[in-house]
T-cell receptor, first 116, second 108 residues
Framework: GAVVSQHPSRVICKSGTSVKIECRSL??????MFWYRQFPKQSLMLMAT?????????EQGVEKDKFLINHASLTLSTLTVTSAHPEDSSFYIC????????????FGNGTRLTVT | GIQVEQSPPDLILQEGANSTLRCNFS?????LQWFHQNPWGQLINLFY?????KQNGRLSATTVATERYSLLYISSSQTTDSGVYFCAVAYSNYQLIWGAGTKLIIKP
């Protein structure tokens, strides 16, 4: 159990367009979902935390107007990269937590975004 | 905030060798996880181990919470074990704090 599906796995878009990435918990209800970004050869960087039905909490330095997060239900969170630029090219990973702070996180397989 | 340090940063081994990866953390935690990121970027949850010892096949992990470290053991390494191993911890605010990772290369 505890499967997280992330879609798409890879996307190429033109500069100025918007891209939506979906994160779904397939067999459990996720009280909290997290979005990470990973630059090449670096560790994961937390971008934002979202709870179902409330606004996402963004980490310092993350532009909330550029990275729109919607946590519409207990099984779905979306990250929309708006007006994408080449510097937004990165690996984006979502994770979901079933319970409280001591519960393990379960990760999607990530989305490789390339902005041309 | 809490600091997470992993060692070694890089490790190159021959197939069949054993290895030990270490994760030190600077404060009390209630969540510690080990992950393997394969060469395609996929994150695989290896262990949820805030304390104690767990084993899963050739992999095992031990966390000594009172001394603020965790160890990941890989025995009889295979080329498919290659990738980056991350340790991540969390405490009361539930945000995972990530180590920089150990890059493991297993040569055939």
């Amino acid at each position: 159990g505890a499967v997280v599906s992330q879609h798409p796995s890879r996307v190429i878009c033109k500069s100025g367009t918007s891209v939506k990435i979906e994160c779904r918990s397939l067999d459990f209800q996720a009280t909290t979902m997290f979005w990470y970004r990973q630059f090449p050869k670096q560790s994961l960087m937390l971008m934002a935390t979202s709870n179902e039905g409330s606004k996402a909490t963004y980490e310092q330095g993350v532009e909330k107007d550029k990275f729109l997060i919607n946590h519409a239900s207990l099984t779905l969170s979306t990250l929309t990269v708006t007006s994408a630029h080449p510097e937004d090219s990165s690996f984006y990973i979502c994770s979901a937590r079933r319970g409280g702070s001591s519960s393990p996180l379960h990760f999607g397989n990530g989305t490789r975004l390339t902005v041309t | 905030g809490i600091q997470v340090e992993q060692s070694p940063p890089d490790l190159i081994l021959q197939e069949g060798a054993n290895s030990t990866l270490r994760c030190n953390f600077s404060d009390s935690v209630n969540n510690l996880q080990w992950f393997h990121q394969n060469p395609w970027g996929q994150l695989i949850n290896l262990f949820y181990i805030p304390s104690g010892t767990k084993q899963n096949g050739r992999l095992s992990a031990t966390t000594v919470a009172t001394e603020r470290y965790s160890l990941l053991y890989i025995s009889s390494s295979q080329t498919t074990d290659s990738g980056v191993y991350f340790c991540a911890v969390a405490y009361s605010n539930y945000q995972l704090i990530w180590g920089a990772g150990t890059k493991l290369i297993i040569k055939p």
